[in-house]
């Protein structure tokens, strides 16, 4: 039997507008039938071998990433832990220059060797409707492309 494939989605939000988001993406995941999503505040390097597609979700704050999103890469870099071929996507809210998603997009890109869709999503503060569509429609491709491909 093959395994059920699993797409993992891994957010930071201070004032919850990359949370809504992120809770979008999960619905639309979930609306695809036989893949397993998670959606998670943390998690350990090792934990994201185990997904065949990651999607990141992180508000820029300080023209910058969260500090934990960045040591979690530095230690899948360390362990040499092996991405390579899994989909990857980001998201996250932005007041007005929208860097970090961005900035996650191009490590999952050009260090891990990613299968990246591009580009990433940005919602400018609270998303509105169209912008939790956008969401939805996101985690739905991903999850589907996903179960194509396990
Ligand atoms: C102290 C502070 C610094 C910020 N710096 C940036 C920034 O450099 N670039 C930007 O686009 N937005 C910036 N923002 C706006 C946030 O990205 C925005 O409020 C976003 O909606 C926060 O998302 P969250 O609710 O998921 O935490 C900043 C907000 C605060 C409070």
Redesign the pocket.
């Known amino acids: 039997m093959s395994k059920t494939p699993k797409l993992l989605i891994l957010y930071y939000?201070?004032?919850?507008?990359?949370?809504k988001m992120a809770k979008a993406i999960e619905e639309g995941a979930k609306s695809v039938s036989g893949v397993n999503v998670e959606l998670r505040y943390f998690a350990r390097p090792e934990e994201l071998v185990e997904a065949d597609g990651i999607i990141l979700g992180m508000?820029?704050?300080?023209?910058?990433m969260g500090m934990d999103m960045k040591r979690l890469l530095e230690e899948v870099a360390i362990k040499k832990i092996n991405l390579k071929g899994k989909i990857g996507a980001t998201f996250?809210?932005?007041?007005?220059?929208?860097?970090a998603p961005r900035m996650l997009l191009e490590i999952m890109k050009n260090r891990f060797e990613m299968e990246t869709i591009e580009p990433p999503l940005l919602a400018k503060?609270?998303p509105d409707q169209k912008s939790l569509e956008e969401c939805r429609k996101l985690g739905k491709t991903l999850a589907e492309r996903i179960r194509k491909k396990v």
């Open positions: 939000s201070q004032t919850g507008n990359t949370e508000p820029t704050y300080h023209h910058d996250g809210s932005y007041g007005w220059s929208g860097e503060y609270s």
